[in-house]
């Protein structure tokens, strides 16, 4: 694979301008050239886009953190990956049909129920607080899909602006038109196109919208797959990675980035691969 691992360190180079934050001397701090997200946060182990699932997976030692953001009823952006609220509050109904306060009032701890206590809905403000003085970089999901939330692109990019944090953050959407409306307000802001089917001329498509990364699924990510992103100069960041085997493959073969649940499996795979 050492042509894949050429292009990938030609990535952190020219690209360096544009806020990947892979300069050469962050890259030779880090153990592996694949960056390490957390899925939702430390969510193999800890409430999924919980305010305690961020903090855990920055204490297991992650290089990113992966999260959903959605607006309120009020105008507000949280962060809650399912539109529906039953599968982690246990609530009817879906995000935007509820108040900041109403959907605080709920618990987002889903299938850990009491186990860590209550866990609410956080707003982007609040885990932009979390990280503002941290070296961790964040990938927001514009879950713009069901709902298109009008907007959602300014206000996202207004708050990233407000906490000066535009070095350091990655945009990924399912909605395409989300991620060309977003690269249109901040061009160097790096975009990931999210996809989970067999897009055939994926990549050029990825080019001709002007996205730097392509975000998916593991499934269909195999060694030809990452020759072709290598040809067109196109990075993979990938979901959701939690199995060792995967973590290894993926890791070897230098892709951009994994997003898995389990940041602290992917942590000890780079000291492995390392040594």
Request: hydrophobic share 35%; glycine share 6%.
């Amino acid at each position: 694979m050492k042509d894949l691992k050429i292009f990938h360190n030609q990535v952190c180079v020219c690209t360096a301008t544009t806020n990947l934050i892979c300069t050469k001397s962050r890259a030779e701090m880090r153990l592996n050239m694949t960056w390490n997200f957390a899925h939702r946060g430390f969510s193999g182990k800890y409430p999924e886009n919980t305010m305690l699932a961020f903090e855990k997976a920055i204490e297991a030692g992650c290089d990113g953190i992966e999260l959903d953001v959605q607006i309120s009823k009020d105008g507000e952006l949280v962060i809650i990956h399912d539109e529906r609220l039953k599968r982690t509050t246990g609530n009817s109904g879906f995000v935007w049909e509820y108040t900041l306060k109403e959907l605080k009032a709920m618990d987002a701890s889903g299938k850990f129920g009491d186990t860590f206590g209550k866990n609410e809905i956080p707003t982007l403000r609040e885990y932009f607080e979390l990280v503002k003085d941290k070296e961790i970089i964040t990938n927001v999901e514009l879950k713009t899909g069901r709902n298109p939330y009008p907007g959602i692109e300014k206000r996202a990019l207004s708050m990233i602006d407000e906490y000066g944090l535009r070095k350091r953050i990655w945009v990924s959407s399912f909605n395409h038109y989300s991620v060309v409306r977003f690269k249109e307000l901040a061009p160097e802001i790096p975009c990931g196109l999210l996809e989970e089917s067999w897009i055939v001329g994926m990549f050029e498509y990825a080019k001709s919208l002007g996205a730097d990364f392509v975000h998916p699924t593991r499934y269909i990510v195999t060694e030809e797959f990452v020759h072709e992103a290598a040809d067109q100069r196109i990075g993979i960041n990938t979901w959701t990675v939690n199995e060792i085997e995967d973590i290894k493959r993926f890791m070897e073969w230098e892709l951009h980035g994994i997003i898995g649940n389990y940041p602290d499996r992917a942590l000890e795979v780079k000291k492995q691969i390392q040594v």
